[in-house]
């Protein structure tokens, strides 16, 4: 499906997922207090179909839980507590898939975290648009100007 750029491969953390090396990178989904997932996959990018697929690893939940941006870990910033905090989100976040598609030249963007129902924005976003971290939006402009580099340059994202 996905067109990489060369052979080489990446292995990526939840089990080993053979990952194409093209596709690596962070898939926004921090808004405040959250982690990022890791991109497996990516396509079309600038179009009307493009996507990234990515998953959650152990990695990922690593920086999350050394960050603690809520406070969680105790004792703070201690080894134990973080490798604690990084085994409970994994039982939790294991297997979830994040899939982001976006219809570049119509400024659409649709957003799906597991299970969860998807989000969608419409860019360029209104002037008055709530772009704060608690909106959620932040995330959600970072992945279209990753799927829409083009399109987001165009309308000035920021």
Known sequence: MMRALGTALC????????VPATAA???????????????VEREGIDTRTAMIKGIITKADLQEYCERDPG???KPPGSRSGISQCVARYLKSESGSEL???ANCPAGLLEFQYGSNSPRHLKFPLRSNADVSCASGNPPLIAQFKLLCPKAASRMRLK
């Open 25 to 39: 990178g962070d898939f926004p989904l921090a808004s405040c207090a959250t982690w990022n997932g890791t991109i």
């Open 99 to 101: 899939l982001a598609m």
């Open 11 to 18: 292995a990526a953390a939840i089990g080993t997922v053979a």
């Open 71 to 73: 406070g969680e870990v």
